[in-house]
């Protein structure tokens, strides 16, 4: 039966706040049963009741993977809010031309905004004068982004340059799809991280990625994940965030220079508190 009880929703609804820190409300009943009832029936199970108590028993783990997999990955596509990308090529890249520039994209899901960065930093630095680091939760969607293979409607924001110098047209099987050419794809790590936990390799980063992603986090969850994202920043280090995202009431070592555009201001002072 493909209805989810209250109290079963209850289960994974704390259970992806103690995991991943997001909260889903009960008006997202739905699109949990969508995401979750082919894994009780390829499972062979009755009902969610059966397939939380397999999740959740001895033999779980694996499930339990792909639960939060199939919960966390959301649909995004390439150069999605243009301006930050304006930003990175115009302002970011020319302040920081004098090193090479290493970059982590927090939340890559499925690949469209890692693989919109490396387009910007190659054609700005070429090939030896930036890192990317690309991340997400879902290790089904990092897997896919390993791929670099694309539904055309997901480049539609795509410049036609960047498509002609990046992208090869797919044949065959891959008709109708786009791959990045493999140059780039192999210039673009991409590792399995949860936010919630800081970044685990010294050395920092000049520019950090986190969009459209806090606004599932409620306020203590926001202030961790940036406390963990302020401690991977590199002294001067930027942190672009989501149009619609706000972190007032956060206290950062961080400047707001813009909507959803901070940069690291000084590491000998207090973190200060952002205001609305």
């Known amino acids: 039966m493909k209805s989810l009880s209250p109290e079963a929703f209850r289960t994974i609804q704390e259970w992806l706040y ?80 004098d090193r090479p520039i290493k970059v982590w994209c927090a939340a890559a899901s499925t690949g469209e905004e890692p693989y919109s960065l490396a387009m910007v930093l190659d054609e700005q630095l070429g090939g030896d004068g930036w890192q990317l680091v690309a991340s997400d939760i879902c290790g089904r969607a990092v897997q ?19 498509l002609k110098t990046y992208c090869r047209r797919g044949t065959g099987t891959y008709q109708g799809m786009m791959m990045i050419d493999r140059d780039l794809r192999t210039r673009v790590r991409f590792e399995q991280h949860n936010l919630l936990h800081p970044w685990p390799e010294a050395g920092g ?44 009431g956060i206290r950062m070592p961080l400047q707001q220079l813009a909507p959803s555009v901070y940069r690291e201001s000084n590491t000998q002072q207090a973190p200060r508190r952002i205001t609305a």
């Open 18 to 97: 103690r995991t991943a820190g997001i909260q889903i409300n009960a008006q997202k009943s739905s699109m949990v049963v969508s995401r979750l009832w082919r894994r009780v029936d390829a499972l062979g199970l009755e009902d969610f009741n059966a397939y939380l108590a397999y999740v959740f028993g001895s033999d779980g783990a694996a499930e339990r993977a792909e639960m939060l997999d199939r919960l966390t990955t959301n649909e995004t596509y390439f150069f999605r809010e243009p301006a930050h990308f304006a930003r990175l090529k115009n302002q970011i890249i020319p302040s920081l031309k």
């Open 205 to 248: 980063f000049d520019v950090i990625f986190l969009r459209n992603v806090l606004i599932y986090f409620d306020q203590p969850t926001r202030q961790r994940v940036i406390d963990n994202l302020c401690k991977a920043l590199r002294p001067g280090g930027w942190l672009i965030t989501g149009h619609c995202e706000s972190l007032a």
């Open 144 to 162: 896919q982004a390993k791929r670099g293979i694309y539904r055309l409607e997901r480049l539609e924001l795509l410049p036609v340059d960047y």
